[in-house]
């Protein structure tokens, strides 16, 4: 009579379980990239009230008689390869994966402990580093240009590089700088009319670049006849280089001139076509500009003005290699492939580092540590860090993972859990009914 009883209780016991996480599924309902979890049940032991026989010449074989002992928890996986819904926040930090990785997360600042999730609630914190939205951890993967190999060193990815910049008050600030570049390549375009008066003083040219320094500075020449009786033969001088504040940053022991000589049957350029500035001093942030003039012509004009249409140009004839002034950061945005790029004023972007991920032989075998965290364990075997790309997968940026915790399968579940501890309590309560009468045989 005992076992009935003892089997009802364990039976509360495992629908007491499934009720809790049937519990906690609802409560994460709007929880993050939460997984659902399922009880699974086992029975337990049997006691063997007869023992089976085999078959004689005349008598035939029995079965075995067995009373349970009641039921058990055998399992409560989760529910980890059901893609959640994309719930769209169009916060450019919220990002989303599409497939089967996950985030590698570490709350040491060396990344040497991971945790993995997929949660995408990211922020950037006071030091410019990539972190979690709800507990700061640091978001793992590698900097600069390049990708992400098979079994990379992951390490914090350290978005923001805030440097002191002073504003034209005088008081300073912090933000992201990114250098400037030289103007390496130019070039002039246009005709040289032989016949145009202003070549006799000098006819004014400029040429707007960018230093070494990130400024913009102005290269200013004077284009003369030649000095000679030739009208096919011109000098292209340098007269200063002024910076921004149109203040001349000219040596004077820089003295430029650049013979132009060109043919007098078709009037094209038969002198050497490039010139490389090499300049001493405050100028020397514009050395090494290479100046084109295969571009350049030498006819007489129709027009009574007789005046020449030559114009100099920053960068080459396809428009590479024009150089760009100090930028300061603008902007961040996300690839697909978990590149991280960061936008300047300057016009330029550039990949600052991407955003490692995480696969497992057997994903349903990690450890829930909470705050949206898994950890690695012995049945989901060792973290393979790769290129979220690899195996086809990718990310959404502006768009989060929301739980994927079915409501009409929980309510179904609630229902037969109930209905389950109901009638294991009327085991025990019939039980108890049962003993009640036996023990009125006596009275």
Do not use: C
Not at 245 to 271: A, F
Not at 423 to 443: F, H, Y
């Amino acid at each position: 009579m005992m076992r009935s009883m003892w089997s009802g209780v364990a039976g509360l016991k495992t629908h007491q379980m499934e009720m809790d996480v049937i519990g906690n599924n609802i409560a994460n309902v709007n929880t993050t990239s939460y997984k659902a979890q399922a009880t699974g049940f086992q029975d337990i032991l049997y006691q063997t009230v007869k023992s089976g026989t085999g078959a004689g010449d005349t008598v035939g074989s029995t079965n075995i008689s067995q009373v349970g002992l009641g039921s058990k928890v055998g399992s409560i996986y989760t529910n980890i390869a059901a893609q959640g819904s994309a719930v769209t926040t169009d916060n450019v930090m919220d990002i989303m994966i599409t497939g089967p990785s996950f985030f590698v997360i570490s709350p040491d600042i060396s990344g040497a402990e991971m945790n993995f999730s997929r949660d995408g609630s990211f922020a950037i914190d006071a030091n410019g580093d990539l972190v979690t939205k709800s507990n700061g951890y640091y978001v793992l993967g590698t900097m600069g240009q390049g990708g992400i190999t098979d079994g990379a060193t992951v390490q914090k990815l350290h978005i923001i590089n805030r440097v002191p910049v002073t504003n034209p008050d005088g008081t300073t600030r912090q933000a992201d700088i990114m250098p400037g570049q030289a103007t390496s390549q130019s070039y002039f375009k246009g005709n040289i009319d032989e016949l145009d008066p202003s070549l006799e003083e000098g006819k004014g040219l400029s040429l707007e670049v960018y230093g070494s320094d990130g400024n913009k500075y102005t290269i200013k020449f004077a284009l003369t006849d030649g000095a000679d009786d030739a009208n096919n033969t011109y000098s292209l001088n340098l007269t200063s280089v002024l910076n921004e504040n149109g203040d001349s940053v000219l040596s004077p022991t820089d003295d430029v001139k650049i013979p132009l000589v060109y043919s007098k049957s078709d009037g094209k350029l038969i002198s050497a076509g490039t010139y490389t500035l090499n300049l001493t001093g405050g100028a020397s942030v514009v050395s090494g500009l290479s100046i084109d003039f295969t571009h350049t012509t030498n006819y007489a004009g129709t027009s009574s003005s007789h005046s020449s249409s030559m114009y100099g140009y920053r960068g080459n004839d396809k428009g590479l290699n024009q150089g760009y002034p100090n930028g300061e950061l603008t902007n961040i945005s996300f690839g697909t492939d978990g590149s991280i790029y960061g936008r300047y004023s300057n016009g330029q972007t550039i990949k600052k580092g991407q955003i490692a991920v995480a696969e497992f032989n057997n994903a349903m075998g990690l450890e829930k540590v909470g705050d949206n965290l898994y950890a690695a364990s012995l049945n989901s075997g060792a973290a393979q860090i790769m290129d979220i790309t690899k195996d086809g997968g990718y990310m959404n940026s502006g768009v989060l993972e929301g739980s994927n915790v079915d409501l009409a399968k929980e309510f179904t579940d609630m229902i037969t859990t109930q209905r389950g501890f109901q009638a294991n309590s009327k085991v025990i309560t019939t039980s108890d009914e049962m003993l009640q009468i036996l023990r009125g045989l006596k009275t």
